[in-house]
């Protein structure tokens, strides 16, 4: 594919909005479990298309496919940040999170931009196998933070929240080997 300068200039402010994800914490470990220093949204997504990458070869899923719904997942949030579910509509923040992609994705090359976009709706629409073992994802690598956190010393007591959070949606799931690891990580943190 040969790009034009006007699409290689596009292209470096994708990236340079795509990194912002580095400075953008995650804010439920703030809010929720005064977390002094939390991940960032980068932190979790790089955690995340690890676990994608090794579970999506051994369950047979399209690892490319779901590495990239996994890079693509949280993107929007480079521009929006990171909202708590309990103070913002679902609705108001799909919207915002939509235009924000749509503007993200505008800077992609134009072979790009519609498999992308359909990528990223294929996650929010939480459908298809592929998506719905992203969210899974979603929820284990939030339940492996937490144990991390608990492990650097943060009250069990606040990180509980997200383990049953991530053990309920977990446990409703069809991944058996998600949901092993998931109680692995429940039971086993501190032999690991």
Not at 10 to 21: D, G, I, W
């Amino acid at each position: 594919m040969e790009l034009e300068k006007r699409e290689v200039l596009n292209l470096v402010s994708f990236f340079h909005t795509v990194c912002n994800l580095k400075r953008v914490k995650r804010s439920g470990w703030i809010f929720k479990s005064k977390i002094e220093s939390p991940e960032s949204i980068a932190d979790h997504s790089y955690s995340m298309c690890v676990m994608a990458m090794v579970l999506a070869e051994i369950l047979n899923l399209d690892t490319e496919y779901i590495m990239k719904m996994v890079n693509l997942h949280d993107v929007a949030e480079s521009l929006v940040g990171d909202f708590m579910p309990d103070r913002i509509s679902v609705e108001r923040k799909q919207k915002r999170e939509d235009e924000a992609m749509k503007k993200i994705i505008s800077k992609l090359p134009r072979e790009l931009r519609k498999n992308y976009l359909d990528i990223w709706n294929d996650y929010n629409d939480n459908i298809t196998v592929n998506a719905r073992f992203v969210h899974n994802l979603d929820k284990l690598e939030m339940a492996l933070q937490a144990k991390e956190y608990e492990s650097d010393g943060y009250s069990k007591e606040s990180l509980q929240i997200f383990l049953k959070s991530a053990t309920d949606y977990i446990s409703n799931g069809s991944f058996q080997l998600v949901n092993e690891i998931l109680q692995t990580i429940n039971d086993d943190s501190n032999r690991i």
